[in-house]
């Protein structure tokens, strides 16, 4: 065939767009918390700009570009359609700090102009060729600022492989369907079929396979297509990943997700996954086997880079925010609060009972750290530690004094998606598989330590 007759194939995205949702820990002031707690590089939150790589319908940036007019936002995807429906979403907010842009890796050097403070890309490392995987990555070493962070989310074995497994049945299954949208519905039809004598099992394998079933019963039709028929589905060993990234010069700084339930791991499989000295793979991908973790979601700088711990003046500058609810006539020699979700604790000292006194009625805003405590190295163990367990909220900056009322993107968001989207990057009624919760607590420790 001659390059003149040469018809690129179809994007699966402009048959089906997917709906994607905003990811809670992309949001700016979320990584550059993440990565000062870590000994990252420290982000500006004056004023940045950043880049989404596969911005989908744009559901993530717009969001983000409506509460912080003091950045610059990016979309990037190989959708037209997509990008189409992401540019009428901010014509229709009158939104001058975002723009969207159709293209692949390959056009991308052209059409993006550097550097970036941030670069993320959700979704889309494993759902990509290597050619395009490795173009990718020459982009992000090109664009993103020398102090700048790399948020790239993938599949991770072998986790993954139990989902792969169900979609490689899928494809198979549904092979015969003439259109996207008819092979994602057959799916959900084939998912129910298998589903009952999965569940009637008691063998953990069957039990296991059912919940993965019921997933695709319970996806609409555009997820499914992307997530379980995509002609690309790579996942990767936890080192497999990170060799990738170094020879492409980038380090790891951290997991965005490293306070949820996503990558939990509790200290009883830490202790183990350390203390045996297990040979073969690192006690990290151990902990993927162990804990079943599907995703990983880390942040990535320019190679090398030398870590800098969080000082406690940086850490006083933070600001601090609680749900935690008084528990009301309960016996025992501490004060104990609760969380929403139940998760129930003792607070021993006094600085943090009236702290969280404080803080309660003012969710979801916060006060300073430096405003709270007077002795910050008495109190940040403890502050880790709830924040570690979702219990407390830590934050650069406070996302409540961004100035623009969030009306009518929640209109827009709710006529779209039927979600809402905080100044926070939180999202209520939402059915994003990946969204956030706030897990039980499973740490050893029941109590604050001392």
């Known amino acids: ?18 709906c994607a949702y905003p990811v809670a820990w992309t949001a700016p002031e979320r990584l550059a918390l993440t990565s000062l707690l870590h000994g990252g590089p420290r982000l500006p939150l004056d004023q940045y700009r950043v880049l989404e790589l596969g911005c989908a319908n744009g559901a993530n940036l717009l969001p983000m570009a409506w509460y912080r007019q003091h950045g610059e936002f990016t979309g990037f995807d190989a959708s037209a359609r997509q990008v189409s429906l992401a ?3 901010r014509d229709h907010l009158g939104l001058s700090n975002l723009q969207f842009v159709h293209g692949d890796f390959r056009s991308a050097p052209d059409q993006l102009e550097g550097p970036f403070d941030i670069i993320m890309a959700h979704g889309v490392f494993s759902w990509i060729n290597d050619d395009a995987r490795d173009a990718m990555l020459g982009l992000c070493r090109s664009l993103l600022a020398p102090d700048g962070l790399l948020y790239l989310n993938y599949n991770a074995k072998p986790g993954w492989t139990v989902r792969g497994m169900v979609r490689d049945f899928l494809m198979q299954q549904t092979a015969h369907a003439s259109t996207l949208k008819e092979r994602a519905e057959m799916c959900r039809e084939v998912s129910a079929k298998v589903i009952a004598p999965l569940q009637a099992e008691e063998h953990p394998y069957s039990k296991l396979m059912g919940n993965e079933f019921q997933l695709v019963v319970n996806q609409d039709p555009a997820y499914i297509a992307h997530e379980y028929l995509s002609p690309e589905n790579n996942a990767y060993w936890r080192d497999e990943f990170f060799s ?8 790891y700084v951290a997991d965005a997700d490293f306070n949820c339930i996503s990558n939990r791991i509790t200290s009883d499989y830490e202790n183990l996954l350390k203390e045996a000295g297990m040979p073969g793979r690192a006690p990290s991908e151990g902990a993927d086997l162990i804990c079943y973790r599907q995703m990983q979601s880390p942040i990535l700088t320019h190679a090398p880079f030398a870590k800098r711990a969080c000082n406690d003046t940086e850490f006083a500058n933070l600001v601090m925010a609680s749900m935690l609810e008084p528990v009301e006539g309960k016996q025992g020699e501490n004060p104990s609060f609760k969380h929403i979700l139940g998760q129930e604790i003792e607070t021993c000292k006094d600085p943090l009972h009236k702290a969280l006194l404080k803080l309660q009625p003012l969710w979801p805003r916060g006060l300073s750290v430096k405003s709270l405590f007077s002795d910050i190295q008495d109190i940040r163990e403890d502050l880790e530690w709830l924040l570690r367990y979702q219990l407390i909220e830590l934050r650069c900056i406070e996302p409540g004094d961004f100035e623009a009322a969030p009306e009518p993107l929640n209109e827009l968001e709710q006529s779209l998606r039927q979600i809402s989207t905080s100044a926070w990057h939180t999202s209520s009624e939402s059915k994003h598989p990946t969204e956030s919760t706030i897990a039980p607590v499973t740490d050893s420790r029941k109590f604050i330590p001392l």
């Open 244 to 251: 990738l990234l170094h020879e492409s010069g980038f380090a």
């Open 87 to 89: 540019n009428e979403a």
């Open 1 to 18: 065939m001659t390059a003149a007759n040469y018809k690129t194939p179809p994007n699966p995205y402009d048959e089906l767009p997917y």
